[in-house]
T-cell receptor, first 113, second 112 residues
Framework: NAGVMQNPRHLVRRRGQEARLRCSPM?????VYWYRQLPEEGLKFMVY????????ESGMPKERFSAEFPKEGPSILRIQQVVRGDSAAYFC???????????FGAGTRLSVL | SQQGEEDPQALSIQEGENATMNCSYK?????LQWYRQNSGRGLVHLIL?????REKHSGRLRVTLDTSKKSSSLLITASRAADTASYFC????????????FGTGTRLTIIP
């Protein structure tokens, strides 16, 4: 059973470009979470999705950021018009229904030049 | 913010010694979990303790929870070099699936 897969592992973008981060949850997991981690800090919650639904986006910036988890395919975190402050590690986690334990991917490290 | 704090921020001990990390949080919780993060990697779940539990063991790990003080501790006994990592506590407030609120982490270094 493959773990949570994130790609790319590293992403470099120039200011103003778009960043797309992908996450494939573990098999059988219908809940996906995105977190952001700045250097030397803990993870900050961004968004929680189930298939085709956003359940909680209370941690998502109101502008430029969006997330989806379509019926088919991976979950996508999209950052439009990136700025240097978006540079961080973005982690995806998944969990099965009614289980509070989350399983994390290896993360995508976004660098904005 | 309800983000918790770990104490100490960094800890260095000799291999074979015990390591204790503490976590404080701010709001009522349903569960508290501990995760480990090796440098540059994702988080790995270690242990979960529910709000109605006071202590839990898993191998060399021992977790305590004091809901009256809103605090938890993680004890790693007989430490090994492979235990070198950052350790985070994470809380959730409701039953089932829900976002986790992470603490600031303790960076543990085991000296061979």
């Amino acid at each position: 059973n493959a773990g949570v897969m994130q790609n790319p592992r590293h992403l470099v973008r120039r200011r103003g470009q778009e960043a797309r981060l992908r996450c494939s949850p573990m098999k059988g997991h219908s809940h996906v979470y995105w977190y952001r981690q700045l250097p030397e800090e803990g993870l900050k919650f961004m968004v929680y999705l189930q298939k085709e639904n956003i359940i909680d986006e209370s941690g998502m910036p109101k502008e430029r950021f969006s997330a989806e988890f379509p019926k088919e395919g991976p979950s996508i975190l999209r950052i439009q018009q990136v700025v240097r402050g978006d540079s961080a590690a973005y982690f995806c986690a998944s969990s099965p229904p009614a289980i509070p334990i989350q399983y994390f991917g290896a993360g995508t490290r976004l660098s904005v030049l | 913010s309800q983000q918790g704090e770990e104490d100490p921020q960094a800890l260095s001990i000799q291999e074979g010694e015990n390591a204790t990390m503490n976590c404080s949080y701010k709001t009522s919780i349903n569960n508290l979990q501990w995760y480990r993060q090796n440098s540059g990697r994702g988080l790995v779940h270690l242990i979960l303790i529910r709000s109605n539990e006071r202590e839990k063991h898993s191998g060399r790990l021992r977790v305590t929870l004091d809901t009256s003080k809103k605090s938890s501790s993680l004890l790693i006994t007989a430490s090994r070099a492979a235990d070198t990592a950052s350790y985070f506590c994470a809380t959730d407030a409701n039953f089932g699936n829900e976002k986790l609120t992470f603490g600031t982490g303790t960076r543990l270094t085991i000296i061979p």
